[in-house]
């Protein structure tokens, strides 16, 4: 019992040891997301580039889609295009959302034509992994599904639930890992 | 002391600059209204910057988020009902007080559950440490000291008169 005893300090040691060491590594940009396993919220957009289509909720139902919050000012967004039309090469449904940082005072006036413009030129160049860009204006649907930044990714199933979410740059890795294995579940 | 005031005075003047900026872009009619968004500026997270409150951030999202509190709170939100919102887009991640649940109740019971088990050690111990004195050898030991001290006396005594 007394040689026992004398464990206590070296496992307790081993466990704030093991506990901080994780802690070194873990990912602080890894919020629990509160819209997993949630609908996907209602909205009223239109698209990027004609501002008289206007999108709702419903023009994302009926198959499995990936939502991808991004901007031509954002640099992480540059490098998952490339991959991103890759997987629209392989039959994924890609919806973009584009998250306009232009889109508030503080940030100087929008002026929509100069982006259409940019956005053409960036897919023309890097590849076009869209079905069609809803133009979060004010991004309200962003706020509403969480978004600190671009690039973020959902992917919502046929209803319209998200089932996952992604902050920062989808490759082949985190595609492989964690959105594929979903995939295959929902179908 | 001089110093001391005028960090204070520093401080305090700074510090209404930044209040003032805030009404200056968020304005209310309601006094009442205005002191629920600042607390709540106050107590809200940046998910982006996550050291920083959404007053003292300048991200995109934390813009966005303190002109979606001002709508809220001017729309008449209470302050529950708009930190309720946040939450629900953005997890418990976004309030800088967390409600007890099932993982955040362990930041409450740990330190309370050590502090327990400090003290449970700490009386142990004490029990254990007094050691043991034998009366008899107490005694002899005090006898012992008087002896030496007397011889002592006596030699200094005879060293003065000699």
């Known amino acids: ?187 | 002391m001089c110093k001391f005031i005028f960090s204070l005075l520093a401080w305090t003047f700074f510090w209404s600059q930044s209040v003032y900026a805030l009404e200056q872009t968020y304005p209310f009619d309601d006094v009442n209204k205005s002191k629920v968004f600042d607390e709540l500026t106050q107590e809200l997270r940046c998910p982006k910057c996550q050291n920083q409150n959404i007053a003292d951030s300048n991200a995109m999202v934390a813009i966005d988020l303190k002109n979606k509190t001002y709508e809220l709170v001017k729309e008449g939100n209470s302050k529950q009902q708009v930190v309720d919102f946040m939450v629900a887009r953005y997890g418990n991640f976004v309030h800088y007080d967390p409600p007890i649940n099932s993982v955040t109740i362990w930041l409450w019971v740990i330190p309370v559950m050590i502090l327990v088990l400090l003290i449970v050690v700490m009386l142990r111990r004490k029990k254990e440490a007094g050691p043991k004195i034998d009366d008899n050898y107490l005694a002899q030991a005090e006898a012992l000291l008087a002896q030496a001290e007397q011889k002592n006396t006596k030699a200094t005594k005879q060293d003065k008169e000699a």
């Open chain 1, 1 to 187: 019992m007394k040689k026992l005893r004398l464990f206590i300090p070296i496992s307790v040691f081993l466990l704030t040891a093991v506990f901080l060491y994780k802690g070194l590594f873990s990912d602080p940009t890894d919020i629990k997301n509160a819209n997993l396993e949630r609908e996907f919220p209602e909205f009223e957009l239109p698209n990027l580039m004609d501002e008289s289509h206007i999108y709702n909720k419903a023009d994302l139902l009926g198959e499995v889609t990936l939502v991808n919050v991004w901007g031509t000012w954002c640099v992480t967004c540059r490098v998952e295009l490339p991959f991103m039309t890759q997987l629209r090469n392989q039959g994924v449904r890609i919806v973009g959302v584009y998250y306009d940082n232009a889109a508030e005072a503080a940030f100087g006036n929008v002026n929509l034509a100069k982006t259409q413009a940019e956005v053409e030129q960036m897919l023309a160049q890097l590849g076009n992994p869209f079905q069609f860009n809803i133009y979060d204006v004010k991004r309200d649907l962003s706020l509403d599904l969480g978004v600190t930044g671009a690039p973020e990714s959902f992917l919502i199933d046929q209803n319209g639930v998200i089932l996952a979410h992604r902050r920062g740059a989808i490759d082949e890795r985190v595609w492989q890992q964690q959105f594929q294995p979903l995939i295959e579940r929902v179908q």
